[in-house]
């Protein structure tokens, strides 16, 4: 098995089993609501759901609607992700672990609207002037870091640069 498919099954597994973990610890040791402050001031644990996707979009829609919508997106996203991956260069490492730690969001949060018609989020981050940015969890932190990853490995160098290097000799 090549690298870049070690680094994407490998990053996809533990995300999606480090996602789960602690949804599930979250339902079986904090009660819906419960706020457990961690850093007084900027971090609490706080178990919620969410029926709808980012910053609760669509979570008064019709819950048949809802659903069919969020896992068909999630099914169509997931063969979007495995088909971009496919087409990585044997030696794209860094875009190999971005897609699997998308693929482990996208389908920690599939499992949650299967299992129970929502997401559970839990982080709570707070941030200046009272303002506390939107629960989530685990899921999509590796989807927000991935999406980053991606782009910084598309973008974030000098394509003249890596031109250059490609055309001198190797180093003696």
């Known amino acids: 098995m090549e690298l870049k498919t070690r680094l994407f099954l490998g990053i996809f597994l533990v995300g999606l089993v480090a996602d789960q973990f602690t949804k599930l610890w979250i339902v079986e040791n904090v009660h819906y609501g419960e706020i457990l ?3 007084p001031g900027f971090l609490d644990i706080t178990h919620v759901r969410n029926p709808g996707g980012a910053f609760s979009f669509l979570a008064d829609a ?3 609607g809802r659903m069919t919508f969020f896992i068909g997106a999630t ?4 063969v979007l ?3 971009f991956f496919r087409r990585l260069e044997p030696g794209d490492r860094l875009a190999a672990f971005a897609l699997g730690g998308i693929l482990a969001g996208a389908v920690g949060n599939l499992i949650d609207r299967i299992a129970y018609g929502e997401v559970i989020d839990f982080i709570d981050v707070h941030l200046w002037a009272g303002y506390t940015w939107p629960t989530f969890n685990l899921a999509d932190s590796f989807i ?7 782009f910084f490995d598309l973008f974030g160098h000098d394509d003249d640069e890596i031109a250059d290097t490609m055309d001198s000799p190797p180093p003696r």
């Open 62 to 64: 019709p819950v048949v």
């Open 37 to 39: 402050v961690w850093i």
């Open 75 to 78: 099914i169509t996203a997931i």
């Open 81 to 83: 992700l495995v088909l």
């Open 144 to 150: 927000v870091v991935g999406i980053g990853l991606l």
